[in-house]
């Protein structure tokens, strides 16, 4: 496992954007497919984005695609959600987490975990 930290996030007007940041803290994201999820209130807990660390192969939920942009940063050992054209229901907690499985692993598989940041977009 790898701790996650988060920061980012915030309140923000519809159409406006936000950008998320998750560091790994005593080890790198090397050899590790890392993600974004977000979870609003009631609902389950998504994935919204994906990348494979090591080669960059992203993958996104329909949700979101055109519109967030998952993105890392090897020097800082970081990975970022960079997320524009906001939407009311974009409103969510978000968390990134790391596996060691492929890219288009499902969320059970993720072991690690940052602790959720909130994003909120007021209409």
């Known amino acids: 496992q790898v701790q996650l930290v988060q920061s980012g996030g915030g309140l923000v007007q519809a159409g406006g954007s936000l950008r998320l940041s998750c560091a790994a803290a005593?080890?790198?994201?090397?050899?590790?497919?890392v993600g974004w999820f977000r979870q609003a209130p009631g609902k389950d807990r998504e994935k919204i984005a994906a990348?494979?660390?090591?080669?960059?192969?992203?993958v996104y939920a329909n949700s979101v695609k055109g519109r967030f942009t998952i993105s890392r940063d090897n020097d800082k050992n970081t990975l970022y959600l960079q997320m524009n054209n906001l939407k009311p229901e974009d409103t969510a907690l978000y968390y990134c987490?790391?596996?060691?499985?492929?890219?288009?692993?499902?969320?059970?598989?993720?072991?690690?975990w940052g602790q959720g940041t909130q994003v909120t977009v007021s209409s």
């Open positions: 987490a790391a596996t060691t499985g492929p890219l288009y692993s499902a969320l059970h598989l993720y072991d690690s």
């Open positions: 005593g080890r790198t994201f090397s050899n590790y497919v």
């Open positions: 990348i494979v660390w090591n080669i960059g192969s992203t």
